[in-house]
Nanobody, 123 residues
Framework: QVQLVESGGGLVQAGGSLRLSCAAS????????MAWYRQAPGKQRELVAS??????????DPVKGRFAISRDNAKNAKNTVYLQMNSLKPEDTAVYYC??????????????WGQGTQVTVSS
């Protein structure tokens, strides 16, 4: 079973920074893509940023230039993805979820979600 453990959320003033981490563990054959999503109260879950196994990144327009996604691929490290969030705005307030898309074995796809971490930006 694959698990994602997120950390790094919290309360910050507008203009501040936070760094989210998401560590994947379990039976993972290959990771195709890891991503961060967020869901604000009363709104649908939306993609924030993603990073492929090849290192290609994609960002939602509202966070471009402020957020940066990266991944730790070191051999002796867990599969960990980070989201560096700078110049935070009150509208960034949401629960942030980590997502992993990959395979448990060559024949079995997996799509796994973390439990979510709250980010609150005060004005």
């Amino acid at each position: 079973q694959v698990q994602l453990v997120e950390s790094g959320g919290g309360l910050v003033q507008a203009g501040g920074s936070l760094r989210l981490s998401c560590a994947a563990s379990g039976n993972i054959y290959v990771i195709n893509c890891m991503a961060w999503y967020r869901q604000a109260p009363g709104k649908q879950r939306e993609l924030v940023a993603s990073i492929t196994s090849g290192g290609s990144t994609n960002y939602a327009d509202p966070v471009k230039g402020r957020f940066a996604i990266s991944r730790d691929n070191a051999k002796n490290a867990k599969n960990t993805v980070y989201l560096q969030m700078n110049s935070l705005k009150p509208e960034d307030t949401a629960v942030y979820y980590c997502n992993l898309n990959g395979r448990r074995n060559p024949a079995s796809r997996i799509d796994v979600w973390g439990q979510g971490t709250q980010v609150t930006v005060s004005s």
